[in-house]
């Protein structure tokens, strides 16, 4: 039983191994984060910066949060990303809105909960409507 067990686990083992050894250097190639993205086609051939570098920027501003989800948008006549970001303990999320033709931050705001649902809600009007 012992011989059988062996012959069964090594080759296991030694595949597992391998698998692990070919995914490493993925690692540190730049693999998406795992984050929503709201990223129009159309609007993407117009922006100048890589919504990588516009997360990173706006993860910058603050930076124990995580991204929970970015959306790229016409905005008051400008091109942004914006980026809502999560701070672990801390209710709502702050919202970092960055150029997408400059890479500046245009503006940050604190949402509630409740402001969010209001956003939402008011964003599944204008959906319905166009």
Known sequence: ??????????????????AGAAAAPLAGQGQQAMYTRNLPA????????????????????????HIQAVELENENGRLIYSYELKVPGRSGVEEVN???????????????PASEHGEAKQAKVKKDTT
């Open 98 to 112: 960055v150029n997408a033709k400059t890479g500046t931050v245009v503006n940050t705001e604190h949402e509630s």
């Open 1 to 18: 039983m012992a011989y059988s067990l062996k012959v069964f686990v090594v080759p296991v083992v030694v595949a597992l191994l391998a």
């Open 42 to 65: 159309a609007l993407l051939k117009e922006a100048r910066v890589r919504e990588a570098d516009a997360a990173k920027t706006a993860l910058a501003r603050v930076p124990t949060a």
